[in-house]
Every structure is written in structure tokens, then in C-alpha cells.
């Protein structure tokens, strides 16, 4: 058995995996309450502190991550509506195998600590976990969802310092507030709960001041920031490089759309922009964005081509460009020099690849410059390394957005009046930090985000998507402009400030002027250099595991 001793300790131990798994859970959006995560670990490592089998060490850490998982990620199998048997197994199976992702982290930890002592892992731990979460941002199995800084979207003035170390440098700041909470809990269990005893005072201070040091820098950086409801202005030159930028929340039913005429979905859009701009007559947009895959069928091929000379023509009427969402169909001239993943016509041998991109569609602009999403939910939208395990291409959801190829350039769009340059952010890759930095350190003024987030009914995934963009915002000081089907949509300041947010599964337009900043005007470390911290965790971790085996190995030859 995992659990192997008195049955009294296994259900101690289980008790507080599953409170380190419930505070995890509750620690993030839509609760408010992120300071759980600076202690939810504790009980954890209370429970591996008294084990040394590792196969216990890892079950009770899945118990945890797997109590973690269900509260946090419950969504992600449309249960409130139970429609999609797709989407319920695929739910399923991402809370009940994502948490032995954690085995790396905390098998690593442990490992540590048998062999170096609790001290040594326990001051490891910070570094193996970023090390963990930024991995995990790497491959294309990646799912940097549950990253722990995560958590703390809600409190502005302690996210101001992702501008310089990114998101992960909260998850880096969380992990020491569990290992200094840990000693403490552990000192007061020793030599009980005194305050007058020196460690446990110095422990003390040390929590409080870690907890604080944010929070006060936030603060000083807050103080620069302008006031709300007015347009950040980083300098009195860029004081004129504003932009209009407008929104069209549909509220379609993200399953019915792929049923009903494309025409007629396009038609709704167009009768909404320019119900928007007739409403803004004194403040037009220069730009309305249109949400992920707003226009469900592939409108740049050939055959579409009316179709899409009727939208130009009529947004030429309106007199805006719009930046939709649609499919990509790109098709191979050599079906040789096709990727295995890339799909067949079964009649004809020809090859192609669909992209889920989107488009900026611009009166008087014959050329329409798209983006492919080039971040992937694993398996809903493509099976990873698809094209090494091309015959997995079965396991594909069902509602016109599977099996989609990876966009390979992150492109900057420039709007041609105003000359405004942005990028379009698709769905989940707002919640890749480094990997928003590449579209502004190519020039990018503000960021848009398109996506759907329709799928979930009114439960969490919604509130983590929308709070996850906070940290963009603040990470490369721009504005960010979301536009979601049937929300939240909304604008973000450079300091995490949300204007205008909609309300889930409404019908409605947005309209508001937001700065353009350039890498001239404002560019923040984060931005310069990324994910630095997480990279140095990488190889402290890399260093210490190292000279942990050469200790054992060295150990063993002494013997």
C-alpha cells in the first residue's frame, strides 16, 4: 500500500493534504482571498516532513493536487451544461492527470530532503517549483494555468512587481512565504507557541516584511500611475497617441454558431458595429475588434472571396477596420512537403491546414494580414507533437475549432489611419507571460485579446481567463483590450486597472479611447528580459539536484 502505517497518522496526513489542496483551490479567481496560496503548501510539507517512502511522498501530493485541481479547474468540463461528452471526458481527465505534473516539484523536493536534510530542500523548494511552472510554459504540453502567482490578480498594488520579474516572480514570492510560514509552524511546534522565543520572533519578522516588501513597491508605483477613467500618458510628447479602440460582445452560442449560415452570423456583427459607431458618432473608433472565431468559416479562400468583398464593402460603409477571428484554410501546392498532422481530402489527395487566426479587414486595404494562433490547448484544440502522433488526430473536439496547425510568426498588426501597431492575442495564449513579451518587443503599442469563454456557463474559467490578463498589462506596461463572445470583456490598464468590464452572456458594445505606448515611451524589464528570474531558477535547481547526486554517489564509493 501508498498509505503504510497506523491508520490514525494515514488519516491525519490525508486531513491535510486535502486542506493544502482546498486552500490551493479557493486561492484562485474568482476568489478573492490569493493569500491562501502563501500558506496552502504548509500543510503539505508538514505531511512529507514525516515520510520517506516516495511513493507515499507523491501519493499524498496527489491527493492534494488532485483536491486542488477539482476546485480550480472544474470548468473545464462544461459540466453546468452537460452538452459536450467531449469536452465532460476531456475535464475529467485534465483534473485527474495534470496533478501528477506536481510530481516533478515536489518529487524533486523530496528527493532533496532525503538526502541534504529537510533545511537544505526546504530552501531548494522556491527554485524547483518556479523551475517547475516555467517548464511547463515550454512545450506544447504546456499549461501554465495554475501557475501560484496567478492567484494574486486582485490586489493591484502586489502584482506592480511582475513589471520586472513577470507573474512567475509571485509564484517565487509565494513559495518563500510557505517555506517561512513552514518553519514557523514547525518552531511552535517544538518549542511552542512563544513569542518571546528568538527564532520564532526573527521568523516572524522575516514573514511580515516578505509579505509587505510588495505591497509597498506597488504602492510607490501606483502613486505615478494617473487616475483612473483617464488615458495613461507616460510622457507629455506621446500625450496625442491615443486610440479608439471599440468591442462587439455577440453573445452567440458558441455550438449553434458552427449550425447556422456563416452569412448570417457576419451580418449580426456588421448590424452591431455599426449600431457602435452610430453611438459614438462624436467619439468613432479607429478599431473594433471582433472575438474569436466571430466569423466561423475560412473567408480568405477564393471561393469566399464575394463574401468577403460584401464585408469590405460594407465596413467600408461604417467606415472602421475590424480585427475578426476566423478559420485559416491554407492548402499545400506539393502534398509531399506536408506536415503529417496536416489533413486530407480524401477524394483528391490534397493536403491543408486550418489556423485558428484572426484578420485585420480594412476599407480601402486589398491585403488581409492574419495571425495563427500558435498556442494550443493540449488535445481541445491539437494533439500535441501532432506530427509525430499524427493517427491521435481522432482526439479532436467536435465544434469546428479541433485540429488546428500551429501559426508560426507572431505578427504585429498596424492599423492604417492612425498607424496604430498592436497584436492579437487568441484566447489561451494570453496566459503565456514571455511569450506576450515577443509581440511588444516587435513594436507592439497595445495588446487585444480575442477569445470566446462562452463554453462554461457562469463558472470559474471565465473569471481566471479575464484575471489572468491583468497580469499582461502589467507585465509590459500596455494597455490590453479583451473581447470575448459573451464576456468578460473589458480594457486593462498598464497598472492592472479593468474599465468597462461586461457582464457573462450579454449582448453589448464597448468604446474607449486607450493610450498607444511605445518601446521608445515605456519598456519594462519584464519585457527586455523575461522570464530572467524563472531561468536563474532553472539552474539553481539544475545545480543543487546535481550536487545532491554527486553527494549520494560520493557517499556510496566512501562505503
Not at 502586489?158 to 512565504?177: A, E, K, P
Not at 506597488?218 to 495613461?232: D, H, R, S, T, Y
Not at 459607431?277 to 473594433?288: F, I
Amino acid at each position: 500500500m501508498i498509505f503504510k502505517q497506523p491508520r490514525e497518522e494515514t488519516v491525519r496526513r490525508l486531513s491535510l493534504s486535502v486542506l493544502a489542496g482546498v486552500m490551493l483551490g479557493f486561492a484562485f479567481p474568482p476568489s478573492h482571498f490569493g493569500i491562501l496560496a502563501c500558506f496552502g503548501l504548509i500543510p503539505l510539507l508538514v505531511v512529507l516532513d514525516g515520510v520517506d517512502r516516495t511513493r507515499a511522498a507523491l501519493g499524498y501530493t496527489y491527493v492534494a493536487m488532485l483536491i486542488f485541481h477539482i476546485i480550480t479547474l472544474n470548468w473545464t468540463g462544461g459540466y453546468a451544461h452537460m452538452n459536450d461528452p467531449y469536452m465532460m471526458i476531456a475535464g475529467a481527465t485534465t483534473m485527474t492527470v495534470h496533478p501528477l505534473f506536481y510530481f516533478a516539484p515536489i518529487g524533486a523536493y523530496h528527493f532533496v530532503r532525503k538526502r541534504a536534510g529537510t533545511l537544505a530542500a526546504l530552501l531548494a523548494l522556491p527554485f524547483l517549483w518556479v523551475a517547475y511552472e516555467y517548464s511547463h510554459t515550454l512545450s506544447e504540453w504546456s499549461f501554465p494555468w495554475l501557475s501560484l502567482g496567478n492567484t494574486q490578480s486582485y490586489d493591484l498594488s502586489r502584482i506592480q512587481i511582475v513589471s520586472v520579474t513577470g507573474v512567475l516572480g509571485l509564484s517565487f514570492w509565494i513559495l518563500w512565504m510557505n517555506v517561512i510560514g513552514y518553519l514557523l509552524v514547525t518552531s511552535f511546534q517544538t518549542k511552542g507557541i512563544n513569542f518571546k522565543q528568538k527564532k520564532n520572533v526573527v521568523l516572524i519578522a522575516v514573514l511580515l516584511a516578505l509579505y509587505v516588501s510588495p505591497m509597498v513597491y506597488g504602492a510607490f508605483v501606483l502613486q505615478g500611475a494617473p487616475p483612473m477613467a483617464q488615458p495613461i500618458s507616460p510622457t507629455t510628447e506621446a500625450s496625442n497617441s491615443l486610440i479608439t479602440v471599440g468591442m462587439v460582445q455577440s453573445n452567440v452560442d458558441p455550438w449553434e454558431k458552427w449550425t447556422k449560415s456563416g452569412f448570417e452570423t457576419i451580418n449580426m456583427y456588421l448590424g452591431m458595429t455599426d449600431e457602435l459607431v452610430k453611438s459614438n458618432a462624436g467619439h468613432k473608433p479607429d478599431l473594433v475588434l471582433w472575438p474569436e472565431t466571430a466569423i466561423p468559416y475560412s473567408i480568405l479562400q477564393p471561393r469566399n472571396r464575394l463574401t468577403l468583398d460584401l464585408l469590405r464593402q460594407r465596413l467600408s460603409e461604417i467606415g472602421v477596420p475590424v480585427l475578426s477571428g476566423f478559420p485559416y484554410s491554407f492548402f499545400y501546392e506539393d502534398s509531399t512537403k506536408a506536415p503529417p498532422s496536416a489533413k486530407r481530402i480524401q477524394s483528391t489527395g490534397e493536403r491543408w491546414d486550418a489556423y485558428n487566426a484572426t484578420g485585420l479587414i480594412q476599407p480601402g486595404v486589398d491585403d488581409v494580414r492574419w495571425y495563427g494562433k500558435m498556442k494550443m490547448v493540449p488535445i481541445a484544440e491539437r494533439v500535441p507533437y501532432a506530427d509525430a502522433f499524427y493517427y491521435f488526430d481522432f482526439l479532436r473536439w467536435g465544434v469546428g475549432i479541433g485540429g488546428w496547425q500551429i501559426g508560426r510568426d507572431t505578427v504585429v498588426f498596424e492599423e492604417k489611419k492612425t498607424g496604430a501597431k498592436f497584436c492579437s492575442l487568441i484566447c489561451y495564449e494570453s496566459v503565456y507571460p514571455e511569450f506576450v513579451t515577443e509581440f511588444v518587443k516587435r513594436g507592439a503599442e497595445f495588446i487585444t485579446i480575442v477569445t470566446i469563454d462562452s463554453w462554461w456557463d457562469h463558472m470559474s474559467g471565465a473569471y481566471q481567463h479575464h484575471q489572468y490578463a491583468i497580469f499582461r498589462a502589467v507585465e509590459n506596461h500596455r494597455w490590453v483590450a479583451r473581447c470575448a463572445v459573451g464576456g468578460f470583456s473589458s480594457y486593462i490598464d498598464p497598472f492592472g486597472r479593468v474599465y468597462d468590464k461586461t457582464e457573462l452572456f450579454s449582448q453589448t458594445n464597448l468604446n474607449r479611447t486607450i493610450q498607444r505606448i511605445t518601446n521608445a515611451q515605456a519598456s519594462t524589464f519584464y519585457t527586455r528580459h523575461g522570464d530572467w528570474l524563472a531561468k536563474i531558477c532553472v539552474l539553481v535547481s539544475a545545480l543543487v539536484l546535481l550536487s545532491v547526486i554527486v553527494r549520494k554517489y560520493s557517499n556510496r564509493k566512501m562505503k
